[in-house]
């Protein structure tokens, strides 16, 4: 499949989670592209077959978790009707961020997948497995339609 992987990221951490998640993927085998919200290859998003979409937790730690910079995710073009999944970085605790994740998602017209959150320092725990069932999710999808 062609997967492309998209982020917004203030200082790193997201972006480094983009690479590694678009890492697992080419290892599968899958043509890959990772870019930040702001850069990305149109041409390459119009045609992925999948999207992770990925950004930073924003709140007052305790409460009021949402996705950061959701702004710059919502005016992302191009995953109408794609499958795309969400991951989000989080230095303490991330709440309900990667549920609103999926309401942007969904604003934008993608088919949601789920998602999950990533803490800052422990970036590489559970993305193999996170990257794999994502694809198979994606994949069935893509051949029920
Ligand atoms: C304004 C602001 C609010 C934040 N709120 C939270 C929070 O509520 N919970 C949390 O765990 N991390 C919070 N963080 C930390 C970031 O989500 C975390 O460091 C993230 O990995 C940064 O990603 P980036 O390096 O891609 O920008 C906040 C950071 C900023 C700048």
Redesign the pocket.
């Known amino acids: 499949m062609k997967v492309a992987v998209v ?11 983009a690479e590694l998640i678009g890492a697992a993927a080419q290892e599968l085998g899958h043509e890959v592209g990772v870019w930040p919200t702001g850069k990305v290859n149109l041409g390459f998003l119009t045609d992925a077959d999948m999207v992770f979409l990925g ?11 949402r996705p ?1 910079d959701a702004g710059r995710l919502l005016d992302m073009p191009g995953i109408w009707g794609k499958p795309t999944a969400g991951f ?8 309900k961020v990667i549920e609103k994740v999926g309401d942007v998602v969904t604003l934008l017209g993608g088919d949601w997948l789920g998602g999950r959150t990533f803490r ?1 320092d422990k970036l590489s725990e559970g993305v193999a497995g996170f990257v794999v069932a994502a694809l198979d999710e994606a994949e069935s999808r893509i051949s029920t339609v």
């Not at 950004?55 to 978790?65: C, E, F, N, S």
């Not at 989000?88 to 709440?95: Q, R």
């Open positions: 982020y917004e990221s203030r200082t790193g951490s997201t972006a480094r989670a950004t930073w937790t924003d709140g007052i730690v305790v409460a009021g978790h950061g989000v970085t989080y230095k303490f605790h991330a709440g800052k």
